[in-house]
């Protein structure tokens, strides 16, 4: 395997556990000291590895306009296909009286205003951190450009705090919590902004060794076990609606977690499985909740339970992870042989020869 090949190796794999702990992370039945472990790192892990992929594919030093015009088709184009698929499944929850005609219509000013529908939110967030990201570094000497992109997460966090208490005030009013909405797309933004910043910026110290390093494997451990007690003492965060609880254990805990991971990820065997989820996080990511994929996994998994009644609850917990990612796989394959559009993508000639065959 060579050196480039396996760096994409290893990103790929810390994406495939990312997905794997969002999933689980939306399963209501996991304790919370796991949901606190789980959301102390597995949102920034993704900005995260974005960051790192900035450096390694050398973004900073290709022309601006290409490279979000890049992004816009990888990102906001998925977006859109999604956010259509959500107005479809939405009209159809309206026909059968599942939600009311109130939260059809904040469902679609989430979706016009960037705010997101649901796990959607993500990849605006993302389309904004790089983007801002690759801008401050184009347009700024690099130190000051580090300077304002963390001024700017530290002044979002303080706006977050200060529109909380006006959303809480007008809660009823649906101009001024969309208005409100469209502004927290930004924040979302900006913070995700600081995590690439550091990520591409610790990369440096990343790509100096490309083999295995038993170094690297223990210092990995060492971050990622350090992640598990100070989690519990943050409690659960939620960077959807920007609730970090303390800043600065938020980005401890964000960190030690996500380059632990990383770094274990690098220095040990390939798990193509791990791999393949995460090279397909954006489809897993965007259907797994909303389509119902995950409820589906749900109910099976109850069904099992009421033929195997001494099942434990982690059984119950894996036939749902199972169920999810079975259901996944054939959605993946599904949506890269004949819908590649909806990722921003073009058919591939082999998939157009396997069609006329």
Not at 186 to 204: E, N, T
Not at 211 to 221: T, V
Not at 348 to 355: G, S, Y
Request: charged content about 15%; aromatic content about 16%; hydrophobic content about 50%.
């Amino acid at each position: 395997m060579d050196m480039n090949t396996k760096r994409l190796t290893y990103f790929d794999m810390a994406k495939g556990i990312g997905i794997i702990l969002v999933v689980l992370g939306h399963i209501e039945y996991i304790s919370e000291p796991l949901r606190a472990w789980i959301s102390s790192f597995h949102m920034p892990l993704f900005f995260i590895v974005s960051g790192m992929l900035i450096h390694y594919k050398d973004e900073t030093s290709k022309d601006l306009r290409k490279t979000l015009q890049k992004k816009w088709h990888s990102i906001i184009i998925p977006y859109f296909w999604f956010s259509l698929l959500y107005f479809l499944i939405d009209i159809l929850n309206v026909i059968l009286h599942k939600i009311d005609l109130h939260t059809f219509l904040t469902d679609q000013i989430h979706s016009i205003s960037f705010y997101g529908i649901s796990v959607l939110w993500f990849l605006p967030a993302l389309f904004i951190a790089e983007s801002g990201f690759l801008f401050f570094t184009k347009k700024l000497p690099r130190i000051l450009s580090i300077c304002a992109i963390l001024f700017t997460a530290l002044l979002s966090y303080f706006i977050q705090i200060g529109i909380s208490r006006i959303y809480t005030a007008y809660e009823t009013s649906l101009l001024i919590t969309s208005l409100i909405d469209f502004v927290r797309v930004f924040l979302r933004g900006a913070i995700a902004m600081s995590f690439v910043c550091i990520a591409y910026y610790l990369f440096y110290l990343l790509k100096r060794n490309d083999g295995f390093s038993i170094k690297e494997l223990l210092l990995g451990i060492v971050l990622f076990g350090l992640n598990i007690p100070l989690s519990q003492v943050n409690t659960c965060v939620d960077f959807h609606y920007i609730i970090l609880k303390n800043v600065p254990l938020f980005y401890i805990c964000a960190l030690s977690g996500s380059a632990g991971l990383i770094l274990l990820c690098k220095n040990i065997k390939n798990i193509r499985l791990l791999g393949y989820f995460g090279k397909n996080s954006l489809i897993i990511m965007s259907t797994h909740v909303n389509c119902y994929i995950l409820y589906a996994a749900i109910l099976i998994a109850w069904q099992i339970d009421t033929f195997v009644t001494r099942a434990k609850s982690y059984v119950f917990l894996f036939n749902i992870m199972l169920f999810t990612f079975l259901f996944e796989i054939v959605l993946i394959e599904l949506i890269n042989r004949f819908f590649p559009f909806i990722l921003g993508k073009k058919r591939t000639k082999q998939a157009v020869c396997r069609e006329k065959k």
